[in-house]
């Protein structure tokens, strides 16, 4: 699989964790989105029991 280079942004520090990773995952394919997802909830489920 081959991976792509994050989105350059102009004004990097002055967006948020949370706007940047947003931004990423527009960017990706619907199969890494869904890899994304799995991931996200094993780490919810893992570090906050939920």
């Known amino acids: 699989m081959q991976t ?3 989105v350059k942004h102009n004004n990097s ?3 948020s ?3 940047q ?3 990423e995952i527009e960017c990706l394919p619907n199969e890494l989105v869904s890899e994304v997802l799995n991931f996200l909830l094993f780490v919810k489920v893992r570090l906050l029991g939920q």
Do not use: I
């Open 13 to 15: 520090q002055e967006m």
């Open 21 to 23: 990773l947003l931004q």
């Open 17 to 19: 964790l949370r706007e």
């Open 4 to 6: 792509q280079e994050p």
